[in-house]
């Protein structure tokens, strides 16, 4: 225990470091949710005084979800870097040496979670030239909420590159279920113009009660029911995932 935040504090730092190193992840990681910023939500325009839009404004709606949506991808994708580490005998030279285990999956996670923060902030700061209007407390706990996320799938991702170890088949398996997750979520348009079948789909999906959520806390209302739900949710989901991590890398690094 003595050497767990020591060792944690290295790896976080050494998993920094590659990226600042190398600082086009920043661009690369953003692209996507700036694109859609940027190209879809003014299609959103439109149809934001249509009745029974859940939202003030296009952007009110939009850029919540938007920050969910690069949660879910860009941590869903943390493990593609772990595969270049197993390619690379990273990892194997990493069974002869005394550092935790437990302190190698909190450093990865930890490392994730910091670029997700900043990916955020940068996010966030682009879509107040769009309007976007925020509430701090409310911006505080979404930020909490989009840091279980991101264990979350960073976590599950990570795992899941242990046991393929092939970057084709981590991609494959990572959109077949992040694509669905997103588009049964409600970013992108409102659960309830959709046909009732995807909504009660829609029901079985944390993603949905997360983006819910996050536009709760965006717009203030902080006694809305969906913010507990989703972060009881996440806690549960954080926990699961960063249990099936610490398994998975001790058996890896044994």
């Keep these: 225990m003595n050497k767990l935040f020591p060792d944690t504090y ?12 190398n ?20 299609f959103l325009k439109s149809i934001a005084s249509v009745p029974g839009f859940p939202a003030d404004s296009a952007i009110q709606f939009f850029a919540p979800g938007l920050l969910i949506m690069n949660a879910l991808f ?30 190698l999956v909190l450093g990865f996670v930890l490392a994730n979670s910091i670029v997700l ?12 030239f769009f ?21 979350t799938m960073a976590s599950i991702s990570y795992t899941i590159a242990l046991m ?25 348009l409102p659960l309830s113009f959709a046909p009732q079948i995807l909504q009660n789909i829609a029901l079985a999906d944390p993603f949905s009660y997360a983006v819910t959520a996050s536009r709760s806390l965006m717009n203030g ?24 991590f610490i398994s998975a890398m001790r058996e890896a690094v044994a």
Excluded: C
């Design 131 to 151: 309007g976007l209007k925020i509430n701090i407390l409310g911006l505080l706990l979404l930020i909490i909420l989009l840091l279980l996320i991101g264990l």
């Design 221 to 244: 209302s902080l006694t809305d029911p969906s913010i507990p739900i989703a972060f009881t949710i996440f806690e549960v989901l954080t926990i699961l995932a960063l249990s099936w």
């Design 10 to 21: 290295l790896i976080t730092k050494h998993e920094l470091l590659l990226r600042i190193r």
């Design 23 to 42: 600082p086009l992840w920043i661009f690369f990681g953003l692209f996507q949710p700036i694109v859609y910023l940027v190209l879809f939500a003014p």
């Design 117 to 128: 923060l900043i990916q955020s902030i940068i996010l966030l700061l682009a879509a107040l």
């Design 74 to 103: 860009n941590a869903g994708f943390a493990g593609f870097g772990l595969i270049d580490k197993l390619r690379s005998g990273f990892i194997e030279r990493l069974r002869v040496t005394p550092v935790s285990r437990l302190a």
């Design 164 to 188: 393929v170890k092939d970057e084709g088949v981590l991609a494959a398996i990572t959109n077949f279920f992040t694509l669905p997750l997103m588009l049964l979520s409600g970013i992108m």
